[in-house]
């Protein structure tokens, strides 16, 4: 049972915005956080109205990953949850992430570690402000990633890179995450909401069945055949180009202007 809202929820222009929001603890993981997470994200999977995720954090940082105390505390308790963390909580809020037949955009407004920084990568676009960092923060704790980071961050920055930022955990800054590929914009830190929300406002208004096909064909690629992805995109295309959004795209291309789309 939870005792404390620990998570905001805001909706506006299809758009429904998540805010890990235990500033004072640079927005760490408790279980009362995930637990409430993982709820939001499926609500926001299953909410019709909702077209598309922004995911924050409050305050100075966005996530610094697992809170250490809780997590000592309860090993010294002798309460076993701790280990089960991974199955119970950050399996199912990533794949709830990846999974979604909607855009997910994690706006990072500064630090991101270890879980924090795992959430980021397997959100579909990441924006950065500019105090933003990035830490696999995992080795300086004696343990492995989790919540997919080693499926997402090597297919983000190349298995190399990868194995360095995890067995090292070198903190990135935003110039460097932007070079390397791990974001696909660094704004200042003032502009980084507005910003966030304007590009996950577009992809609420377009087509989103095309997208949650564009999630799963891409995702699905990363770990099939040649001739397994062409099968995937031929039976996506031939699904899509029966749907209204489609038919209207091409019917406003003609008329020369701009589509409604309605996600059907």
Request: glycine letters at 8%.
């Amino acid at each position: 049972m939870t005792t404390e809202d620990v998570l905001k929820r805001a909706d506006a222009d299809g758009v429904r915005t998540l805010t890990l929001d235990r500033p004072s603890a640079y927005n760490s993981l408790t279980v009362e956080l995930k637990e409430q997470l993982l709820a939001a994200l499926r609500e926001a999977a299953d909410d019709p109205a909702v077209r598309a995720v922004l995911l924050t954090g409050a305050g100075k940082a966005f996530c610094a990953g697992q809170d250490l105390k809780e997590h000592v505390g309860m090993l010294r308790s002798g309460d076993e949850a701790p280990l089960r963390t991974v199955g119970d909580h950050y399996n199912p809020i990533v794949t709830t992430i990846t999974e979604m037949p909607k855009p997910v955009v994690a706006a990072v407004n500064g630090p991101a570690a270890g879980a924090g920084a795992a959430f980021a990568y397997a959100a579909d676009l990441r924006l950065a402000a500019s105090s933003a960092t990035f830490l696999m923060a995992f080795a300086n704790v004696g343990l492995g990633p989790d919540s997919a980071a080693s499926w997402t961050l090597q297919r983000l920055v190349g298995q190399g890179r990868a194995m360095e930022l995890m067995m090292l955990a070198r903190t990135v800054d935003s110039a460097e995450a932007l070079r390397i590929g791990l974001v696909s914009e660094v704004v200042a830190d003032d502009e980084l909401a507005t910003r966030a929300h304007a590009v996950a406002a577009k992809l609420a208004a377009g087509p989103t069945a095309a997208y949650a096909r564009i999630k799963s064909t891409v995702r699905g690629a990363a770990e099939s055949t040649l001739r397994e992805a062409l099968a995937a995109e031929e039976t996506a295309q031939a699904e899509l180009g029966a749907t209204a959004d489609h038919t209207e795209a091409v019917e406003a291309f003609v008329d020369k202007r701009t589509p409604h789309f309605r996600g059907k």
